[in-house]
């Protein structure tokens, strides 16, 4: 059985995890600290970074792009048949999201409103993009859910997340992104990649009260100074 060493509330580790989720192929899962990473890990891991992979034949992979195309070629595809323009396309497409993770992640971290916005302001290009491509759904590409769509996935969960605690709505003014979100969540794929104390985790780091979001998104509050990053980067570093 393949193996994923991982951090809890690492966004590139969910996308793996939920293309192994929703292909319904069997793995173990390996929690690490990346506060105190342990020797194994950095022998096999030369980024230092989650996700790894452990294939069954005792083979790493790193990187969390060349993890999903291996994932891909050893397994049934979520669409068949594509040619190879479309699939070209689908990892556009999925670029787009996964080089947002961390523009994310440094968004949920804003200490004030101020902070936030100017953040926002480079998150919500994403979802400017994925709402003028969006057609009728409620997948990326119509009735079945893709790579796309899972490459999206840690985005759209986390913003939800953010939605229920604070009010705060990531994707306000894209109606076609938020029923995208609502297909995803009503998936089941978010809660079945994630570990079971995912929300507590998350929002101990990104919804504390050290953070704007955690303190209820409260638009009369009176702006405080901006805190260091924390040590472990919340996300995967």
């Known amino acids: 059985m393949i193996k994923i060493v991982s951090f809890k509330i690492c966004p590139f580790v969910q996308r793996v995890t939920a293309m192994l989720e929703a292909k319904q192929v069997p793995y173990d899962i390996e929690y690490i600290d990346l506060k105190n990473k342990p020797a194994w890990f950095l022998d096999i891991s030369p980024t230092g970074q989650v996700p790894v992979l452990v294939t069954e034949n005792g083979k790493p992979l790193f990187e969390s792009d060349a993890i999903v195309e291996y994932i891909d070629e050893v397994t049934t595809p979520l669409q068949e048949g594509l040619a190879p323009e479309q699939r070209a396309t689908n990892r556009a497409w999925s670029y787009q999201a996964s080089k947002h993770y961390l523009v994310q992640c440094s968004t949920m971290q804003s200490a004030d409103k101020g902070v936030l916005d100017e ?5 919500v290009k994403s979802f400017e993009k994925a709402e003028r491509q969006l057609g009728q759904g409620p997948y990326f590409t119509g009735e079945t859910m893709g790579n796309v ?16 605690h604070s009010g705060y709505d990531m994707l306000a003014g894209y109606p076609k992104v938020k029923a995208w979100q609502k297909a995803l969540m009503d998936s089941g794929i ?37 805190p260091t990053q924390a040590k472990s980067g919340g996300c995967c570093g």
């Open 119 to 123: 953040r926002m302001a480079k998150l």
């Open 149 to 164: 769509d899972i490459a999206w996935l840690p985005l759209l969960h986390r913003a939800a997340i953010v939605e229920d």
């Open 190 to 226: 978010p809660a079945k990649s994630v570990p079971q104390d995912f929300l507590q985790k998350f929002s101990e780091f990104y919804l504390a009260e050290r953070t704007w979001l955690g303190r209820g998104a409260n638009l009369n509050e009176v702006p405080c100074e901006q």
